[in-house]
Structures are given as C-alpha cells and as structure tokens.
C-alpha cells in the first residue's frame, strides 16, 4: 500500500498530515499487494515488432472502442497484477456497465481479503486491517489505469499511437498498441485489444529504457455471469460514509510551480487544515499521469531533498523556507525533481 512508502528513513513527512495526503493520494493513484518477480525483458522485444509508423484514425478508433467497451459493458474478468522488483497478486472484476448501470468489484484473491465496490458514483474500501472508507469517484482505479478512460483524441497531441501487429493472450487474439509519449518526461504503455470484444488484456507500463514495470494481465474473461445476483450483491450492501475533506479555499497560496510536462494542467488544488496543521495541495494530470504537490509549513530546518521511486510510484520531500513539500507522482524521478525544483515558495 501507499502508506509502506512513508518511511521515516527515506521521506522527510509530517506525521500528523501523514493520512491527509494518503487520503488525497487515493484519490488519484492506487495501491497495490504483490509476491511475484514480473519478468522485464518483454519489453525489448516490442522494440523489434514491425509498426505502422504514422497514427491514423483507426488506431484512435480502436482505443475509443475500448474505453467504450470498459465503461458500457457487463463483464467478468481474473487477472494478475506484477511490479517489477517487487510482488504479485491475482484478483476477480466484476463490472455492470450496460443499461446506463455503473457498479463494479473487485476483490483481492490472495493475502487478507480486500473489496472495492462501486456504486452510485463512489467507491467504498473494505479492508480487514483497517476501518473502510468511501470516496467520491467514478471508477474503481485499482482494476484499470488512468490511460484505458483518456480522450485519445485530445492525447494524440502529445502522444503517439503505433500499432504493432498482432498477439495472443488469454487465449485470445489481440491488436498491440504502443502509446508512447512525445516527450522524455514520462512513460509509455502497450495495450493488447482483444479483437472479439475491444476489452483490454493486457497492459505493460514501460520505463524509458521499455523495460516493463508494471503489467496487468488477463487471465480469462466471462460475458455470462450471474448479473442479476451481481446487482443484488451491490444493492443490498451496507456502504461507509464518503471521508469528507474540509475545503477552506479553490486555490493554493504558499507556492507556485513553474514548470509542467506537456499536456498536464491543474485538475484540483485545496487549502484544508488537518489536525490543526494547514496544506496546500495541487493535483496536476494530463489524462494519463497524475501527481500531486503537498506543501505545509515545516518546523525542521533540514533542505535536503529524499526520493525514493518504487514501481511507477515517485515520492519528493524536501523542506525549503521552512515549508515541508511533498510530490507523489507516477512519473520518472528526473520529472518529479524537474517539477520539484520549479516550485516557487511565497514567502509570508
């Protein structure tokens, strides 16, 4: 889970905020349990897969067709989730989308058992180790990443679709898409589309060198469950209160950043107090990658800056003019310290 990455030895963090920020955090990212060393070498062999070299509109109609597919259909899927250097788990997603319907579940196969359901626009975190929670979100962020629910065609300014042929997975046949970003400041995915259904199989975030890591993989995929014990399932369930955020103000004051990767822009920035310490935060996307900044007045004097990146996953901390900053991000660590050293503190 996120909260193992706030650790006193590698991040400089106010305790007492330490939830704020998780909590906000959730909102954009997700958590993840893994056991499983993910095999990276894949990667290079996409390089050597023959491409089309220009994007076209049927590349975009296909990630459309997909983002469709995911959203509007009722289906039933198992998969495995792998991080480099790091773990694995398996997990069942259940996902009604037909008839104007939004209710999904996944649950966590492996480890204490973990639930995520969404319904009517919020979703609810039901974990044995600690107290469940809901939020006010549309999707559950834990089954599919950002980049399946983007505006492709807005992307396609800066991004790149190359279609690379086809593959088998699942026990399925495929399109591979590779979308690759213009620029050096973040990664790139590879999708596998199946060709019966416009769901995706499988999907591998590469690093800049494309070595994989993170991938999602399908294992099988069903269209014939039970949905009617399904929808009762989801309808007949007791749901925790949504966890409120005490918003004093729209906009941020004590800083101000200057520099941003292409295509992000500011989606949300609060001013709140949290246990009588007040932060700043931003939350910055571009469709595809999110990163919040978190800034709070800081009694220590220390400037060094900490990172620390696992996964896709970068935490910054740093304290400047006795502020205390803190970027998450699922960025490269060169794009996160970029961003980091932008931020202008105003002084009082």
């Given at each position: 889970?996120?909260?193992?990455?706030?650790?006193?030895?590698?991040?400089?963090?106010?305790?007492?905020?330490?939830?704020?920020?998780?909590?906000?955090?959730?909102?954009?990212?997700?958590?993840?349990?893994?056991?499983?060393?993910?095999?990276?070498?894949?990667?290079?062999?996409?390089?050597?897969?023959?491409?089309?070299?220009?994007?076209?509109?049927?590349?975009?109609?296909?990630?459309?067709?997909?983002?469709?597919?995911?959203?509007?259909?009722?289906?039933?899927?198992?998969?495995?989730?792998?991080?480099?250097?790091?773990?694995?788990?398996?997990?069942?997603?259940?996902?009604?989308?037909?008839?104007?319907?939004?209710?999904?579940?996944?649950?966590?196969?492996?480890?204490?058992?973990?639930?995520?359901?969404?319904?009517?626009?919020?979703?609810?975190?039901?974990?044995?180790?600690?107290?469940?929670?809901?939020?006010?979100?549309?999707?559950?962020?834990?089954?599919?990443?950002?980049?399946?629910?983007?505006?492709?065609n807005k992307l396609s300014e800066y991004y790149d679709f190359v279609l690379l042929g086809k593959s088998r997975t699942a026990n399925r046949n495929s399109q591979l898409v590779r979308i690759i970003?213009?620029?050096?400041?973040?990664?790139?995915?590879?999708?596998?589309?199946?060709?019966?259904?416009?769901?995706?199989?499988?999907?591998?975030?590469?690093?800049?060198?494309?070595?994989?890591?993170?991938?999602?993989?399908?294992?099988?995929?069903?269209?014939?469950?039970?949905?009617?014990?399904?929808?009762?399932?989801?309808?007949?369930?007791?749901?925790?209160?949504?966890?409120?955020?005490?918003?004093?103000?729209?906009?941020?004051?004590?800083?101000?950043?200057?520099?941003?990767?292409?295509?992000?822009?500011?989606?949300?920035?609060?001013?709140?107090?949290?246990?009588?310490?007040?932060?700043?935060?931003?939350?910055?996307?571009?469709?595809?990658?999110?990163?919040?900044?978190?800034?709070?007045?800081?009694?220590?004097?220390?400037?060094?800056?900490?990172?620390?990146?696992?996964?896709?996953?970068?935490?910054?901390?740093?304290?400047?003019?006795?502020?205390?900053?803190?970027?998450?991000?699922?960025?490269?660590?060169?794009?996160?310290?970029?961003i980091a050293n932008s931020i202008n503190i105003k002084l009082p």
């Amino acid at each position: 889970m996120i909260a193992n990455l706030f650790k006193a030895e590698f991040i400089v963090l106010p305790l007492k905020w330490m939830k704020a920020v998780l909590i906000i955090t959730l909102c954009c990212f997700s958590f993840y349990v893994f056991s499983e060393p993910l095999n990276t070498s894949v990667g290079d062999d996409l390089d050597s897969m023959p491409r089309q070299s220009a994007i076209d509109e049927s590349v975009i109609t296909l990630l459309n067709n997909m983002k469709n597919t995911v959203l509007n259909t009722d289906y039933k899927i198992h998969f495995v989730q792998q991080e480099s250097n790091g773990y694995s788990n398996t997990f069942q997603y259940r996902h009604l989308g037909a008839n104007n319907e939004n209710y999904a579940n996944l649950l966590y196969l492996e480890g204490a058992p973990k639930e995520i359901i969404l319904h009517n626009d919020t979703v609810s975190y039901f974990q044995p180790e600690s107290e469940s929670f809901s939020l006010a979100i549309k999707h559950i962020i834990e089954a599919f990443p950002d980049i399946i629910y983007s505006d492709f065609n807005k992307l396609s300014e800066y991004y790149d679709f190359v279609l690379l042929g086809k593959s088998r997975t699942a026990n399925r046949n495929s399109q591979l898409v590779r979308i690759i970003p213009k620029d050096k400041d973040r990664y790139n995915y590879v999708l596998w589309i199946d060709d019966d259904s416009n769901l995706p199989l499988r999907i591998d975030l590469l690093d800049l060198n494309s070595k994989i890591i993170k991938q999602i993989k399908v294992l099988d995929v069903n269209f014939d469950f039970d949905k009617h014990a399904f929808k009762n399932y989801i309808e007949d369930r007791d749901y925790p209160i949504i966890i409120p955020i005490n918003k004093e103000k729209q906009q941020v004051n004590s800083w101000q950043i200057d520099f941003l990767p292409k295509g992000f822009s500011e989606i949300s920035a609060y001013n709140f107090d949290f246990d009588k310490t007040n932060i700043d935060t931003g939350i910055f996307s571009d469709g595809v990658f999110s990163f919040s900044v978190n800034v709070s007045k800081s009694p220590l004097a220390n400037k060094l800056a900490n990172v620390i990146a696992q996964g896709e996953r970068t935490i910054y901390s740093a304290n400047i003019n006795h502020m205390n900053i803190v970027i998450i991000g699922d960025l490269p660590p060169e794009t996160i310290e970029h961003i980091a050293n932008s931020i202008n503190i105003k002084l009082p």
